[in-house]
């Protein structure tokens, strides 16, 4: 068995025949639509059987008739006739509500789940096609922040394995590969440190939406966007590679890197280092949570060594950027306080989207709910869902008052 506490388990794809089969929720978003770029690059590999939006109609109705879905779920119930008058000739079914995703999610052709959606919505799909025995390539962060513990659980107990999609994790999975029997003495997650990077709290106060929405190096959707700038996605994402990798609060270091080259990094109990490198392009990892073990070509364009002649790296300025230490303290207490954090982020987010309360605001808010909200040592996955549903309800009237 492998020494360190990894989920992942090497499969055989050697000289396949078959085509995988893949299922895409949230396929007209950000990574979905990369998902679909990538798939299109080796067609002969891949067939699509199910593809899922939430309201934009017209994007799924376009994917549907390139990809030839067997289905499509299109969770917005008013965009249903669109969407169905458009695919009625084409033997492509048409679904729709929240229920419709957990059930399609089980098709059982399907060999991978791209679980690309945003934030808490992914929770319940991914879980149900866990429980499937379906494999899933997760871009959806949220759901191993809210329910780690219970979807890592149960995916050993299905003998799933869930890929990550997240450049960092991908990273840190590729850096694993061929050394699950090696314990890993700690990880090293870069971050671009945002477009804030190096900005005071004083210089915080009056940023804009607009500004928060420039990201320097990756071109993402508007939930990550935000997270990015207030560093509360490097917070996820030391929860996430938690859960993922099996890793204490101590083993997970963070590291500001702006150049967004070296993805990430793993140090052995040897003290050797492994990182993985590249342009900063989410095509990449997304390829390899699709083809894992294998590599296949793409014509996606190549870092060159000499276009960079400094790669830079600092500590990460926790007092500016409050959330990565509330991540920390969500993590180290355990239990329902990454959920809450969660919770209470997604609605800052929101909040801060609708421009209610400043970028400063946010990290007050969360911590205000992280200070307030029951907390629950054990939590089951009722107890999760009556979490954030009692978190998100907290943070809008707190900003009511
Ligand atoms: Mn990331």
Known sequence: MFQNDCTFELEHYFLEKEKKHITILGSTGSIG???LEVIEQNIEQFEIDVLTARANAE?????????KPNSVV??????YNMVQNALFDHDIKVYTTDQALCEVVEMQSTDIVVTSMV???GLKPTLSAIKAGKNIALANKETLVVAGEIITKLAREKGVNIYPIDSEHSAIFQCIVGEFHNKIEKIILTASGGPFRGKTRAELEKVTKAQALKHPNWDMGAKITIDSASLMNKGLEVIEAKWLFGLKTDQIEVVVHPQSIIHSAVQFQDGS???QMGLP???IPI??????PNRIYNSFKRFNFLDYSNLSFEAPDLETFKNLKLAFQALEKGGNMPCVLNAANEIAVELFLEEKISFLQMSELIEKCMQQITFIKTPSLEDLIASDQQTRLFARNKKRA
């Open 33 to 35: 639509t990369q998902t």
């Open 59 to 67: 994007l799924l109705i376009q994917q549907a008739l390139k990809f």
């Open 74 to 79: 299109i969770t917005d119930e008013s965009k």
């Open 119 to 121: 934030g808490y919505a």
């Open 273 to 275: 280092i492994k990182a």
């Open 281 to 283: 392009d989410m095509k």
């Open 287 to 292: 390829q390899y949570a699709l083809t894992y």
